[in-house]
């Protein structure tokens, strides 16, 4: 965070910091009684790119160890939603957010926040695997390195962090060779080894299986799976089955034509436990899409 000394400030650095990950959590949806904390808030969260208002009325809570997932048809502001969680917005020009996103209580638009602090704690995986041009090694302590951690540590982290998104065993004979040189499935969870690497609490995935074979997606599922103990997970699919394999609870968004304008703003029809979504949904619009009538 920045270096703000105020008392205020201070709360801030404590309650930005990684949340303690002591409990193992199970697939919600088998014990609907189990209510984990919430990490990240939207509250009546609007995106607009200039004037445009891509998206509108986001109200949901992302809950810790828990596997979030957005879903809804193309252009409905999955990807401008997942990105507002970040701030990885900011770096786009005129896109602007209202109302607003608190993480651990904390609005991270709040301009005390630090950006970069936020995207170190809330890591990021894209849809094309996106491996930097190095050796696999240098491609897991780029971030470690940037923040000023110890060269002595290096070794360590990176065994811990391929460990973590099961490509270890794989690659530990290679890791001074290019990560250009793996398969698609591999730069995939490289990329989320990276992203590990970093310590992060939070792990957004916007449709990190789309270039990917039914193989190589199973894997990064497991693998989902199995760090959601240690992480928070929201990811955007458009395969439906994946939202109902590995999340605990779904948000359907949708797009629907603005009267002011005419064009389409995306908005979130609703938001609850995975198997209800899928079951027994409360909006005809969910429905519809989870069906196959619509999108
Ligand atoms: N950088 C941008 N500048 C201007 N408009 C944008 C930008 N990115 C997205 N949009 C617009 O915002 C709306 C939502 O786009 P977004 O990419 O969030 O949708 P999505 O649900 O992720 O779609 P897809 O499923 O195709 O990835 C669309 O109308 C899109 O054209
Ligand atoms: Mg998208």
């Not at 900011?90 to 608190?102: Q, S, T, W």
């Not at 490289?190 to 609490?201: E, F, S, V």
Request: hydrophobic fraction near 35%; include cysteine.
């Amino acid at each position: 965070m920045n270096d703000s000394h105020d008392d205020h400030g201070a709360d801030m650095e404590q309650t930005l910091r990684p949340a303690v990950r002591s409990r193992t959590a199970e697939r919600v949806s088998d014990d609907v009684t189990v209510e984990q904390p919430t990490v990240l808030d939207l509250q009546d969260l609007a995106v607009y790119y200039g004037a445009f208002r891509a998206v509108r009325g986001v109200n949901m809570a992302v809950r810790q160890n828990e596997i979030t997932a957005m879903i809804g048809p193309s252009g409905c502001g999955k990807s401008t939603v997942l990105r507002s969680l970040n701030r990885m917005n900011d770096l786009i020009r005129g896109a602007r957010v209202e109302g607003k996103v608190m993480y651990h209580g904390i609005d991270l638009y709040d301009p005390r926040v630090d950006p970069v602090e936020v995207r170190r704690r809330i890591g990021m995986v894209f849809q094309k695997p996106n491996p930097f041009p190095k050796s696999i090694y240098d491609n897991i302590i780029y971030g470690p390195k940037i923040a000023g951690a110890p060269r002595s540590s290096f070794d360590e982290l990176v065994e811990t962090s391929l460990r973590k998104a099961a490509l270890w065993d794989e690659v530990k004979d290679r890791l001074k060779e290019s990560a250009l040189g793996m398969s698609g499935g591999q730069q995939q969870r490289l990329c989320i080894a990276r992203a590990i690497a970093t310590n992060p609490d939070v792990l957004l995935m916007d449709e990190p299986c789309s270039a990917l074979d039914p193989i190589a997606t199973g894997y990064i599922e497991d693998l989902m799976h199995e760090i959601k103990t240690e992480y928070t997970i929201v990811i955007v699919t458009h395969n439906m089955q994946q939202a109902a394999r590995v999340s605990d609870r779904t948000a359907f968004f949708t797009a629907e034509l603005d009267s002011n304008n005419d064009r389409r703003t995306g908005l979130l029809v609703e938001y609850d436990l995975t198997d209800k979504i899928f079951s027994n949904p409360s909006d005809e619009r969910t429905e519809n899409y989870v069906t196959g009538r619509f999108g």
